[in-house]
């Protein structure tokens, strides 16, 4: 993004006061552990929280001037992850107070990795058919069912856990919220290996898990409004434009980097390592991609260049209304479920032009392939850009009924007691 001069004098004291502060503070010595702690108790990880919970409350503009600042000293980011991106938000928006002391300090200072256990082999799409259950005993709860697509899983100290607590009441209104550790007997994750040959996603299998009744997040069978928080927020961050969940370092105690040294990331990171299997469609990239292997001047190649470039544009666009509205004080809205369909069509567009940009050696992988093998990564995990947080017809669905005004899908499970749902669907599988 370009910065104006106005821009500049306005941003002036913020930038002094953030560059004064990494003169002091910054030492890539450091390891990522100390240096998440003095970034998270300084408000600087998470600049646009309230300054009560450990953020400075700034603008999300002033939030860039934040990362461009930290970039441009050299020093490592804050912690990544969906704890900053969806878990911390939602906590600030509906947990008690106790709740975030108990949960946001370790977010912001990268010491506990988050996974969001929302989807299930069964309720993708149709989320509030979850099967996962949650039985009270006493001050705690018992969790059975499983969950699938799980990223990050594998190190997650703690989960953003919808389950069912109220059978009796039609779907959407019998489901909670809960933040429940991952480290405890009954909790089985599986990594599933990807045609990329990662495995970021997971299935998690729940038998007699427990969680307190302090975690429960946003009341008793209140989990669907809490959760429309977290999935706005996952729009938001992973729709183009949005900045993610990826990051230098991988927070929590079970990745392994809280010991390691800071500065060795700051490397990584301008290195372009990282490899998140997210598009790589920006228009600088694709341009130098199409001149180093000789088809710039292919008249259809380069009408592509302009309509990735055009719907970068627009993607940054709708970023900026996303921004204004939050400054506002409001949260996020349809924009970002725009964002995320402009994402999974600049993915589409990418993965297909880079493939005709490098021919046959888009069959190439490693180190001999072009870029890396980036092109041929991409184009294996494209199709999960359609799918995960939402997939493209779901978001179509929402833009027709919150935006368009158009009514709804029929459906007769709206006001039907979900023990029932399950009753019948028992019926129709054993007839």
């Not at 890539?28 to 919970?53: K, M, Q, S, Y």
């Not at 069912?145 to 899983?153: D, F, I, M, P, R």
């Not at 209140?222 to 990826?246: I, K, M």
């Not at 850009?385 to 669905?397: H, L, M, P, R, T």
């Amino acid at each position: 993004m370009t910065v104006t001069a106005a821009e500049t004098d306005s941003y002036a004291d913020l930038r002094r006061e953030l560059r004064s502060w990494l003169d002091a503070n910054w030492d890539p010595d450091l390891t990522v552990g100390e240096w998440w702690d003095r970034l998270g108790e300084a408000g600087w990880a998470a600049p646009t929280w309230p300054v009560e919970w450990y953020g400075r409350g700034l603008s999300r503009d002033e939030a860039n001037v934040v990362s461009r600042e930290l970039r441009d000293h050299g020093a490592l980011a804050g912690p990544a992850g969906l704890g900053l991106l969806l878990a911390g938000p939602t906590i600030i928006a509906h947990g008690t107070d106790e709740q975030k002391r108990r949960y946001l300090p370790d977010i912001v200072k990268g010491r506990k990795m988050w996974c969001q256990l929302f989807s299930e082999p069964g309720a993708g799409s149709d989320l509030a058919g979850l099967q996962a259950r949650a039985v009270r005993d006493g001050d705690e709860w018992v969790v059975n069912g499983q969950k699938v697509w799980t990223s990050g899983a594998q190190w997650a100290e703690l989960g953003m856990l919808l389950a069912r607590t109220d059978p009796d009441v039609p779907k959407h209104r019998g489901i909670s919220y809960f933040a429940i550790e991952m480290d405890q007997p009954g909790m089985d994750v599986r990594p599933l290996r990807e045609m990329t040959g990662r495995a970021l996603f997971n299935e998690v299998f729940m038998t007699d898990c427990r969680v307190a009744d302090d975690a429960l997040i946003g009341g008793l069978n209140n989990g669907w409004a809490v959760a429309n928080t977290t999935l706005a927020n996952e729009r938001a961050g992973l729709g183009a434009g949005g900045s993610g969940a990826a990051g230098g370092a991988v927070p929590g105690g079970k990745a392994g980097f809280l010991e390691r040294r800071a500065g060795d990331f700051v490397s990584a990171r301008r290195g372009g390592g990282g490899g998140g299997g997210g598009p790589i469609g920006g228009g600088d990239l694709m341009i130098e991609l199409a001149k180093g292997c000789g088809v710039a001047g292919d008249p259809t190649i380069r009408q592509d260049l302009m309509r990735l470039y055009s719907m970068n544009e627009i993607a940054r666009y709708t970023t900026l209304r996303m921004k204004a509205a939050k400054a506002a004080g409001r949260g996020p809205g349809p924009e970002a479920n725009t964002a995320k369909l402009s994402m999974s069509r600049i993915t589409r567009l990418s993965r297909d032009l880079g493939m005709r940009i490098v021919g046959a050696g888009g069959m190439l992988a490693g180190g001999d392939a072009p870029l890396n093998g980036m092109v041929t990564e991409m184009t294996l995990f494209a199709p999960a850009v359609s799918i995960y947080g939402g997939s493209d017809e779901i978001q179509k669905n929402i833009i027709g009924e919150r935006v368009l005004g158009l009514p709804s899908e029929p459906r007769l499970d709206k006001d039907v007691p979900f023990r029932e749902l399950t009753v019948g669907t028992q019926q129709a599988q054993q007839a």
